[in-house]
C-alpha cells in the first residue's frame, strides 16, 4: 500500500520535494510506493511552479498533521512557530516527521527526539545541514564506528557567495552584500546567515551526531562576518590565507569521561591557501570530519537551493519508507532515531587554543612593535610573525599572527595593549586555522 505523505510548504524547497515525487521514473523504485497525499501553504492563490490538483492544497496545516490518512509529515515551512507545534503534533498523531529545519531541530531536538522515541516514530533531517550534502546519515551510519575528533565546515552559502566576491573582487562587505540580495543569494533580512546564527545552528546539529549528546545552542560561540573588510582580506592573502566563516566542533582527544568538554564555535578563520576548505568557493559548503580510524573525509556540494535540498528530503522520505516496508520488529531502527540523553559539556573560548591574526593601527615611531612582543610574551602569547604592513601618514598598520596560544591569555594582552598611548585601535582580531 501506498506510503502517503503530508506535505507542509510548497516554497523553494517544497516545489523541488513535490516535483521529485510527482516523478518518480529512474530514481529509486521505492518511490513508486509514495504518493502526496495533502500539501499545506500560506496563500491558495498565489501561482506554483509544479502542477498539483487543486484539492491536494490547503491552509489547514493542523489538518494535515492530525490526518489519519498521512504516514510521513514533511515539513519545509521554516521557521520556529508554528513549525515546531506542527511537527510535535504530527508526533503526536504517530507521524514519522522529515525536516529541513535546522532552527527548530538546532533548538527544540530534546523535546522533538523524546516525543518521537516515545511514539516510536522518525525524524529525520538531512536536508537541515549542508542541503543536498549527504552528512546526516553518514554521521549517524557510515562513520558510526569512529571516534570523531573534529569537524569543521563553511556550512552557509550565503556568507561563503559573499567572502568569495569579496576575496575576488577587492569589494567591500557592504557592497557584496548588496548585490547578493538583488540576485536572490542573499536575504533580504540576512542576520541568520551573516552573524552566523545560521551556521550555528547547523554545526550544533552536527555536533550533537558526532559527540553523541545534545547541544545547548546558547552555548555555542558565534561570530559573523559583518566586521571583515577588504584590509584584512587582502592582507590575509599576502600571508598565504583566505578568509572564510567556519563552524567548528571539536573534542579534546585526550579528555576523559570526567573531563569531556567540547568546543563549538562559529566565527571567520583565515584559512591557509593548501588547506582542504581554502578552496570551497562561492555558494557551495563542504565538511570535513576528522575521526579514528578514518582520518580525515569531506563531504562537497550544494548546501541550498530546491534541487539539491530536495535530494535531501526525499532521501530521508525513502529511508522512512524502506524501514516501513522491511518486517516489522517494533522497535526503531537504531541506527535511524535518537539515542542522545544527556546534555554535553562546552567549554569556555577562553580554554581555546589557537592561532590569531590581529591588525593593529599604532603611531609610527621606534620601539612600538618591540612594545607589543614584550606584551604578548609576558601573557605567555608565542608570536608567529609581527609585520608592518603600511603607513598612513604618522600611522602604521602592524599584523600580528600567533602561533597557538590559549585565547584567555590572548584577550588579556590585548586588554593592555589597547591602554597603550602609541596604539591608536585595533580593527581586526581573528582566528587562524
Ligand atoms: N531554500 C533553501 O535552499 C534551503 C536549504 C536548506 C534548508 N532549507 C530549509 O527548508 C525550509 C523551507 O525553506 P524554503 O526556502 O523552501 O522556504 P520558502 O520558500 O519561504 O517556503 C515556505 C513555504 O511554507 C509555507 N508557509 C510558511 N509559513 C506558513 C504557515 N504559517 N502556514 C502555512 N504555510 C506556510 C509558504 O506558503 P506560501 O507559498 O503560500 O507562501 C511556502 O510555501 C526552511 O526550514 C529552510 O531553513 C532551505
Ligand atoms: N541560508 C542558508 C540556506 C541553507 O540553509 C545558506 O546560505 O546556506
Ligand atoms: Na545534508
Not at 545552528?201 to 550533537?208: E, F, G
Not at 582527544?253 to 570551497?280: C, G, Y
Not at 614584550?374 to 608592518?388: A, P
Amino acid at each position: 500500500m501506498a506510503l502517503k505523505i503530508g506535505l507542509l510548504g510548497l516554497g523553494t524547497v517544497g516545489t523541488g520535494t513535490a516535483q521529485i515525487l510527482l516523478d518518480p521514473n529512474g530514481r529509486h523504485p521505492l518511490l513508486q510506493g509514495l504518493s502526496l497525499h495533502r500539501v499545506g501553504v500560506r496563500s491558495l492563490s498565489k501561482s506554483r511552479q509544479v502542477e498539483l490538483p487543486e484539492s491536494l492544497l490547503t491552509t489547514d496545516l493542523e489538518e494535515i498533521v492530525t490526518d489519519p490518512q498521512v504516514d510521513i509529515v514533511v515539513e519545509l515551512i521554516g521557521g520556529l512557530e508554528p513549525a515546531r507545534s506542527l511537527i510535535l503534533k504530527a508526533i503526536a498523531h504517530g507521524k514519522h516527521v522529515v525536516t529541513a529545519n535546522k532552527a527548530v531541530i538546532s533548538r527544540y531536538a530534546d523535546e522533538i527526539f523524546t516525543a518521537a522515541n516515545e511514539k516510536g516514530v522518525y525524524v529525520m533531517l538531512e536536508a537541515a545541514v549542508g542541503g543536498g550534502i549527504p552528512v546526516i546519515q553518514p554521521l549517524k551510519q557510515s562513520l558510526g564506528a569512529n571516534r570523531i575528533h573534529r569537524i569543521m565546515g563553511i556550512v552557509n552559502g550565503t556568507t561563503n557567495y559573499i567572502l568569495t566576491r569579496m576575496q575576488q573582487e577587492g569589494a567591500d562587505f557592504a557592497e557584496v552584500l548588496a548585490q547578493a540580495q538583488q540576485l536572490g543569494y542573499a536575504e533580504a533580512d540576512p542576520t541568520a546567515d551573516v552573524d552566523g546564527l545560521d551556521a550555528a545552528d547547523k554545526i550544533a546539529i552536527l555536533a550533537s551526531l558526532a559527540f553523541g549528546g545534545r547541544i545547548k545552542l546558547s552555548e555555542v560561540y558565534c561570530e559573523g562576518i559583518r566586521n571583515i573588510n577588504a584590509s584584512d582580506i587582502s592582507y590575509a592573502d599576502r600571508l598565504g590565507f583566505v578568509i572564510k566563516l567556519l563552524a567548528i566542533a571539536s573534542r579534546d582527544p585526550q579528555a576523559t569521561p570526567e573531563n569531556d568538554l567540547l568546543s563549538i564555535r562559529v566565527h571567520p578563520t583565515l584559512v591557509p591557501k593548501a588547506h582542504p576548505l581554502a578552496s570551497i568557493n562561492d555558494v557551495y559548503n563542504a565538511i570535513l570530519i576528522e575521526g579514528e580510524p578514518i582520518g580525515q573525509v569531506m563531504f562537497f556540494g550544494r548546501g541550498a537551493g530546491a534541487g539539491p535540498t530536495a535530494s535531501a528530503v526525499v532521501s530521508d522520505i525513502l529511508n522512512i519508507a524502506a524501514v516501513l516496508h522491511s518486517p516489522v520488529s517494533g522497535e526503531l531502527h537504531p541506527l535511524m532515531s535518537c539515542s542522545h540523553q544527556h546534555y554535553c559539556n562546552l567549554a569556555p573560548m577562553e580554554n581555546l587554543m589557537t592561532r590569531f591574526y590581529s591588525r593593529f593601527v599604532t603611531q609610527d615611531e621606534p620601539g612600538v612593535i618591540g612594545k607589543l612582543g614584550t606584551c604578548f610574551g609576558s601573557h605567555d602569547v608565542s608570536i608567529e610573525s609581527i609585520v608592518q604592513i603600511d603607513t598612513h601618514g604618522e600611522l602604521a598598520e602592524i599584523v600580528v599572527v600567533t602561533h597557538d596560544v590559549r585565547e584567555g591569555n590572548f584577550r588579556q594582552a590585548l586588554d593592555e595593549i589597547k591602554s597603550f598611548n602609541v596604539v591608536n585601535r585595533i580593527p581586526s582580531i581573528l582566528r587562524v586555522l
